[in-house]
Nanobody
Framework: EVQLVESGGGSVQPGGSLRLSCAAS????????MGWVRQAPGKEFEWIST????????FYSDSAKGRFTISRDNTENKLYLQLNNLKTEDTAMYYC???????????????RGQGTLVTVSS
C-alpha cells in the first residue's frame, strides 16, 4: 500500500521560508517520478513541481519557478520542497504525489498524502 506522509507546513509571514518533507513507503520510491501539488481554498489542485527518479531533472510551474526547489533522497525514501520568498497566494494545502501530472485538475491526485498546510499571512 502506497503511503505518503507530508510534514513541515506552518504559518509564516510573506517573504518567509518553509521546507516541506514527504516520507514515502509501500512502493519502490527510487523508481517513480514524484512531485508536489497544492490546493488553495475553493480552488483546483494545482501542479507545482515534478522530479524524475534520479533527481537530475526537475520541473516547476510558473508560480513556483525561482522560489521553490524540489529534491529527493532515494536512500531515505523522502521527497522535499523548499519554499522561499513565500507570498500570501501560496497559502494552500500541499500534497506529495506519486507520478504527478503537470496540470491543474478539480480532481485530487489518486496517490497522494494527507497534505500539510502552508499559511502565509502578515
Amino acid at each position: 500500500e502506497v503511503q505518503l506522509v507530508e510534514s513541515g507546513g506552518g504559518s509564516v509571514q510573506p517573504g518567509g521560508s518553509l521546507r516541506l518533507s514527504c516520507a514515502a513507503s509501500g512502493f519502490r520510491f527510487s523508481e517513480y517520478t514524484m512531485g508536489w501539488v497544492r490546493q488553495a481554498p475553493g480552488k483546483e489542485f494545482e501542479w507545482i513541481s515534478t522530479i524524475y527518479t534520479t533527481g537530475d531533472q526537475t520541473f516547476y510551474s510558473d508560480s513556483a519557478k525561482g522560489r521553490f526547489t524540489i529534491s529527493r533522497d532515494n536512500t531515505e525514501n523522502k521527497l522535499y520542497l523548499q519554499l522561499n520568498n513565500l507570498k500570501t497566494e501560496d497559502t494552500a494545502m500541499y500534497y506529495c504525489v506519486k507520478t504527478p501530472v503537470p496540470y491543474s485538475s478539480p480532481n485530487p491526485p489518486r496517490e497522494r498524502g494527507q497534505g500539510t498546510l502552508v499559511t502565509v499571512s502578515s
